[in-house]
């Protein structure tokens, strides 16, 4: 739940029934001089997918790092279940239900799969780690969520492939409670087998439990396969917001085109 005693937000998208499990309202970020955010506004529903597209330097990574805890708006609002919220840190943002996976995953190498699944969170009793409770509930999450292709908890995440790693992230967040899940560029650097791994458990995910997910990248036609909606952050603020049900790979070709042609005209005009 989001801060007590804040004041309800209403939703003026629909009834109760329609409220957004998260909003984001007129947000704004600055670093000196530099215009990051200008005025972010988007909604995410509950158990829905929402693909967030972007060029690089369009601020994405500024609104993720707003949206999990990391960074302090310098204006706008975040309402989690229809109440206004000011994250504290990650570590808070993560008690009220958001979690991230970072593109770079967090995951320590040297420890393996199930440790790293309750890093942070290990279950003790009499100072002792209790490392069977933890293998078996490692399984049973990986089991859950539909991860089958890791035998073997015991095992270094240094040895597994990159899908693998990237799906036990997603798994740690998941069974933290998370209601939302923001990940940051789960397909990068991805080869087409283990891409493939990660966009099965996005769907499995959606079609299977309540947790709503904001998925950052750069790939239209794996957000368009994934995905309920599609927002485009440019210029700091979003300009494109369509369900993928309504939207092709041509139109959102033609708006980066658009918007590329336009970067370089400015930079022409401001060069003469």
Known sequence: MAEPGAAPVDDPAGGPGDQPVFRVENVAKRYGAVVALSDVSLRLGKGEVLGLLGDNGAGKSTLVKILCGFHKPDAGTLILDGEPVEFRSV???????????????????????????FLNRESVRWRLLQNRKMRRLAKEHLAAIGITNIRDVGVEVAKLSGGQRQAI????????????????????????????????????????????????????????????????????????????????????????????????????????
């Open 91 to 117: 570590e808070h943002a993560r008690s009220l239900g958001i979690d991230i996976v970072y593109q770079d995953l967090a995951l320590v190498n040297e420890l393996s799969v199930f440790h790293n699944m």
């Open 169 to 272: 992230a997603v798994a740690r967040a998941v069974t933290s409670n998370a209601k939302v899940l923001l990940l940051d560029e789960p397909l990068a650097a991805m080869g087409a087998k283990e891409g493939a791994l990660i966009l099965d458990l996005i769907q499995d995910l959606r079609a299977n439990s309540d947790v709503s997910m904001i998925v950052i990248a750069h790939n239209y036609a794996q957000i368009l396969e994934v995905c309920d909606r599609i927002n485009v952050l440019q210029h700091g603020r979003i300009t494109f917001d369509k369900p993928t049900a309504e939207t092709g790979i041509e139109e959102l070709t033609d708006l980066m085109v658009t918007e590329y042609r336009n970067a370089r005209r400015q930079l022409g005009n401001a060069a003469s």
